[in-house]
T-cell receptor
């Protein structure tokens, strides 16, 4: 079954405590991205990756890091989380240049105290 | 001004009604127009998409784009309680990164 998985699904943490949200896809997709979803603001892209070792900033990259060492994995790193990073996070993947193949993960709900 | 505007709702309709969901956009370079459906506590899933102007039909769903007025519509015929979800429009200019610009979503509730 084609899928994007994220872990953890729910996370409560405190300000400044580094955390990583993992993302993995089993479709051999080149393109992967991270979004955050906030009420009234919709889905906003944080970072994206066109392929292994190729990453670039999206619209709201401040406070986040990513890496793409393997094609299937695209972890999101919050080095020093702050309360304004409390949000619902989605990982997505698709074939490069083929919008209609985009799959989203199930989401990670993060609360930063 | 946001690039994509979408009425957040909620929109409540009785089962069997025709539903019209709409977005407006400001960037005339958008060429691809996607509609995603997001159930509660789930990730968005692609419902349908169109390229450039015109209509596209898929079962009970019809997507319509009017580029002259920068208006995107999704129609649902014979709506069902299982259609209750948030609907997100997401246009794109295409190109190498094919970046999607998402609307805020419209919450639809179909009452049995």
């Amino acid at each position: 079954e084609a899928q994007v998985t994220q872990n953890p699904r729910y996370l409560i943490t405190v300000t400044g405590k580094k955390l990583t949200v993992t993302c993995s896809q089993n479709m051999n997709h080149e393109y992967m991205s991270w979004y955050r979803q906030d009420p009234g603001l919709g889905l906003r892209q944080i970072y994206y990756s066109m392929n292994v070792e190729v990453t670039d900033k999206g619209d709201v990259p401040e406070g986040y890091k990513v890496s793409r060492k393997e094609k299937r994995n695209f972890p999101l790193i919050l080095e020093s989380p702050s309360p304004n990073q409390t949000s619902l996070y989605f990982c997505a993947s698709r074939e490069a240049g083929v919008l209609e193949t985009q799959y989203f993960g199930p989401g990670t709900r993060l609360l930063v105290l | 001004q946001k690039e994509v505007e979408q009425d957040p709702g909620p929109l409540s309709v009785p089962e069997g009604a025709i539903v019209s969901l709409n977005c407006t956009y400001s960037n005339s370079a958008f060429q691809y127009f996607m509609w995603y459906r997001q159930y509660s506590r789930k990730g968005p899933e692609l419902l349908m998409y169109t390229y450039s102007s015109g209509n596209k039909e898929d079962g009970r769903f019809t997507a319509q784009v009017d580029k002259s007025s920068k208006y995107i519509s999704l129609f649902i015929r014979d709506s069902q309680p299982s259609d209750s979800a948030t609907y997100l429009c997401a246009p794109s200019k295409g190109g190498a990164t094919n970046k999607l610009i998402f609307g805020t979503g419209t919450l639809l509730a179909v009452q049995p």
